[in-house]
């Protein structure tokens, strides 16, 4: 059961009231209020075009308001606004409609749309390190949220798995050889070693790079043993990332793992079909795109590499090769490509190239979910002290022993298992809200300390909260919470009620924005409103309707709290 927030429901009838008045084209933006529950504005800008006073304007609107028990109040305010005061019959009847609906009355505006969401993004034969963070969190809570809205979501995670590297990387282990990767107990840390010993003599030894590169040759050739080592590799770096998931609390399966080979048979017909629509021209014995807007320092354009001098493709060919299949095949209605910030230039060229060539039409947009970079205490990206790069899986490890602590402090009498799983709880919990809490676009610092913390704008701060709302109705035996719209509300508790009714608008907002810190930024309100509402309406000592009230508002701040966080993809436990 969908119910409309009581924002939109206010937003219909000023909109209706101003039609009749001949302003069709108000577009009225309601917002929560100091000087009233709700503002209304736009009338401004509505009295400019028609040349009249705006408060007089404003007036008429207010005048205009249907009778109809919603409306406490209106009244014209400033220069053109509209304040607004409903009902406690209003706000408890919301109350009521979204208790008592297992979604939390939230509904499906993302029914039939089917999303494409491109997230984490690792490299075969590498450990995934702390700059896979933000990619894989946020991708996941968007995930979340669109599937929540009703969405299809397709996931994507398009590892690197072809190209030089891994013919660098076979001819290695053919000349150094090593028990089999099954019979290896650490091979993802012996694949990574390798790699880079592979690399150091790929960087000083030109031999050994002649006989790279024909192992590159013999695996696109398919080469029986050529593709068995390449095989081993692949199977057991996804071992390797869906551990990492699994511990990460994350969506991202097996089944949603498309490597760049996936594409290989596709790329010369992309880089073909580009060049015959005029869209790609050869320059310098390389198939390139060519952008009017885009130029180097020293003036020349600078284009999208398409089929590289020698005829190899980049990984700008596997991306349109993917783009056209997930909007053709896939039928995708919208692309979202969560990837760093630094390669905004790359996915600009690509959406471009794209459209040009008629493989993303205008109807579907393409965004890159851009994001910044993950800092020390230095200010400077996140390194280990002898300056290596975070593995990711030592970061989680010491977020969970650090919550283990805490935890324990907290909570002298949780030990063994039941402490171990709280502390995975707790710690994997605050690294994803330090991240997720975070606009997006903006760098952050790794700060365990600050994020682990039970107070401020920290996941143990809500996790706390939705387990404090847990005990409150625990010690309430399990009492009736029917709604009684006759009773009156304190202050207190219509704050509250209002709060809560705006759940469904955030999530539309994280949708619009693609931005998951708006939810926690919710969230963390909605905990503070839920405090100050305890601290000064009595619960468990209220009586009759004012102690149903109240404890129907204890138990949907409590699931409105599980449903938020879940959708970021942090646990609730009921005690903490």
Not at 528 to 543: G, I, K, M, N, S
Request: aromatic share 6%; proline share 5%; charged share 25%.
């Amino acid at each position: 059961m969908t119910v409309p927030s009581l924002a939109s429901s206010l937003s219909d009838s000023v909109t209706a009231v101003a039609a009749r008045l001949g302003m069709a084209d108000l577009a009225p933006q309601i917002r929560r209020s100091e000087h009233a529950d709700f503002q209304a504005d736009g009338v401004l800008a509505a009295a400019w075009t028609l040349r009249r006073n705006p408060r007089q304007v404003a007036a008429d609107v207010v005048a205009g308001l249907p009778a109809d028990g919603v409306l406490a109040s209106a009244g014209v305010a400033g220069p053109g606004f509209v304040n607004i005061e409903l009902t406690d019959r209003a706000l408890l009847a919301q109350l009521a409609c979204r208790l008592g609906d297992d979604r939390l009355g939230v509904g499906t505006p993302e029914a039939g749309v089917t999303t494409v969401v491109d997230y984490s993004q690792p490299n075969i034969a590498k450990e995934m390190h702390v700059g896979h963070l933000r990619s894989t969190i946020i991708g996941d809570a968007l995930v979340r949220i669109l599937e929540h809205l009703g969405g299809t979501v397709v996931r994507r995670n398009h590892i690197g798995d072809w190209g030089t590297q891994f013919g660098m990387l076979i001819q290695y282990l053919v000349e150094h050889p090593d028990p089999p990767l099954a019979d290896d107990a650490g091979t993802m840390g012996r694949l990574a070693t390798l790699y880079r010993r592979a690399r150091a003599q790929f960087d000083t030894d030109s031999t050994f790079v002649d006989r790279a590169r024909r192992r590159v040759v013999a695996l696109q050739a398919g080469d029986p043993s050529t593709v068995a080592a390449w095989r081993d590799i692949v199977a057991e770096s996804t071992r390797y990332f869906t551990h990492v998931y699994d511990r990460l609390g994350v969506r991202l399966t097996d089944a949603d793992t498309v490597g760049e080979s996936a594409y290989n048979a596709a790329l010369p017909e992309v880089a073909d079909e580009l060049e015959r629509r005029g869209v790609a021209v050869t320059s310098g014995g390389a198939l390139c795109v060519f952008f009017d807007d885009l130029r180097g320092p020293d003036g020349e354009p600078t284009p999208l590499i398409v089929r590289k001098r020698d005829g190899g493709f980049g990984y700008a060919a596997t991306d349109l090769a993917a783009l056209r299949q997930r909007v053709v095949e896939l039928h995708a209605d919208r692309l979202l490509y969560v990837v760093d910030a630094r390669q905004a230039l790359h996915f600009r060229m690509v959406f471009e190239t794209a459209r040009r060539a008629g493989w993303l039409p205008s109807a579907v947009p393409a965004v890159h979910v851009a994001f910044g970079t993950v800092l020390g205490s230095d200010g400077r990206p996140f390194k280990t002290r002898t300056g290596d790069t975070v593995r990711l899986v030592d970061l989680l490890t010491e977020a969970v022993d650090r919550a283990r602590e805490v935890v324990a402090a907290k909570n002298p009498g949780l030990t063994g298992a039941a402490l171990d799983e709280r502390a995975r709880q707790v710690g994997i919990g605050a690294v994803k809200y330090a991240d997720l809490a975070t606009n997006r676009a903006r760098d952050y610092t790794y700060e365990p300390r600050r994020m682990l913390a039970l107070a401020g704008n920290t996941g143990v701060y809500l996790q706390y909260a939705h387990a404090r709302i847990r005990s409150i109705l625990a010690r309430a035996g399990g009492a009736d919470t029917t709604v009684d719209v006759t009773a009156g509300l304190e202050p207190a508790e219509r704050a509250l009620i209002l709060d809560l009714d705006a759940f469904a608008d955030t999530l539309a907002e994280v949708v619009a924005g693609h931005e998951p810190h708006r939810l926690c930024g919710y969230l963390y309100r909605l905990a503070q409103t839920f405090t100050a509402f305890y601290e000064r309406c009595p619960v468990l000592r209220a009586t009759g309707p004012q102690r149903a009230n109240r404890l129907a508002l204890c138990h949907l701040t409590g699931d409105t709290l599980r449903t938020g966080l879940h959708l970021l993809g942090i646990p609730t436990p009921d005690h903490l």
